[in-house]
């Protein structure tokens, strides 16, 4: 063999995942959280990590050199464990910096703590330990969720969770000064309660509109609120509106913003406890939802809520991946990309996460 050909050869696998008989796969007790930078064109990427519980200490998994890798022992975690659900944001898109956000599982309280992904790939935290984020209280399993939002000029979190009270409250992180705020309610839902903690993205990198989704209490619908910034830095919100045609789901939902559509995911009840099918809808002509559609690719056995991100970037069709738990306590991903028209989404096969 030529010795140009012996190195192309060599670089293009090099270039391929590992097909390592060794390979293990990470099972967890809680359901996922993912990020990626919004800027995006295709997931998973190098910007693309995973974070879940297993038994209450956190496992973070980047995607490096083409795979997955778990970094497990390198995350400080919250003394006593977390329970429900993880949620994490990148402080400032396109920079490392990871926010952490969790329940604990020996108290009422939610903790936060910042981290970066170093090379190759490393996780490490940048505080000694979690802090709790104000003096809010929650029940046992809450499960957070973050998003970033730029107010006044200045990269911002906000961290939702459903209170004890059944309504969603909200904290703001500033990030310059690297502090948070006490925690507000949105506005009740008139004559309800939500029964699942809550999605949240905003519309587009920077902007001030903010959408959060939740189950009620009765009826089981998904309903959804829009916060918004007014002049003079006030904070409104546009009430709270029945997603139509929804089918029936038990677990949270999930949100992902992209170029041109908010992308809505959950899981189909279709005999309970048994949950199938996942689904998607996006706003189309003036932010009405379109009809739910599943993803598919073999998705039933999933027994925790989706997450999900999706690429910003203009021009490129869409571009989503979601993750969930399924039966087997593995975590599985499926990626949706432009079909023929350039505006819905064609999903390739459900796929395992497993590690080297």
């Known amino acids: 063999m030529k ?11 090099a270039a391929l995942p590992a097909l390592d008989a060794r390979a293990t796969t990470p099972t967890f007790t809680s359901g996922p959280a993912v990020v990626s930078y919004p800027a995006g064109t295709a997931f998973p990427n190098t910007s693309t990590v995973v974070f879940g519980y297993s038994n209450g200490a956190m496992k973070v998994i980047p995607f490096v050199d083409s795979m997955f890798r778990d970094y497990t022992e390198v995350h400080t975690n919250l003394t006593g464990g977390y329970d429900g659900d993880p949620a994490a944001a990148y402080i400032v898109p396109g920079l490392p910096t990871i926010m952490n956000c969790g329940h604990s599982a020996t108290g009422p309280g939610i903790y936060c703590i910042r981290g970066h992904v170093g090379n190759p790939g490393h996780y490490e935290s940048a505080e000694v330990e979690p802090y709790r984020v104000g003096g809010g209280t929650f029940d046992p399993g809450t499960s957070p969720v973050l998003v970033h939002v730029v107010y006044q000029s200045a990269d911002n979190l906000n961290l939702f969770a459903r209170g004890q009270n059944g309504q969603i409250w909200y904290a703001n992180y500033h990030q310059p000064s690297n502090s948070w705020n006490s925690w507000f309610q949105i506005p009740d839902l008139p004559g309800d309660t939500f029964s699942s903690d809550p999605a949240a993205w905003a519309y587009t990198p920077g902007d001030t ?3 959060v989704c939740a189950r009620t209490q009765l009826g089981a619908q998904i309903r959804c609120n829009q916060q918004q910034f007014g002049n003079g830095g006030t904070i409104f919100w546009a009430g709270w509106n029945t997603v139509p045609g929804q089918p029936s ?4 939902p999930a949100l992902a913003r992209g170029a041109g559509s908010v992308y809505l995911f959950g899981i189909r009840n279709v ?5 199938q099918e ?3 809808t996006f706003p189309v002509g ?12 073999g998705s039933s056995g999933f027994n925790s809520g989706p997450t999900a991100v999706a690429s910003t970037l203009p021009g490129v069709g869409p571009q989503v991946m979601t993750v969930g738990r399924r039966s087997d306590s593995a975590f599985w991903y499926a990626v949706g990309g432009p079909g023929d028209d350039g505006k819905t989404l064609t999903w390739r096969a459900w796929t395992k996460i497993d590690v080297p």
């Open 3 to 13: 010795g140009w050909l012996r190195t192309f050869m060599g670089l293009a696998l």
């Open 209 to 211: 509109v903010v959408m």
């Open 249 to 252: 789901t038990a677990y949270k």
């Open 271 to 275: 005999v309970s406890p048994n949950f």
């Open 278 to 280: 996942w689904f998607t």
């Open 286 to 297: 003036g932010g009405s939802f379109a009809p739910f559609a599943s993803v598919s690719g």
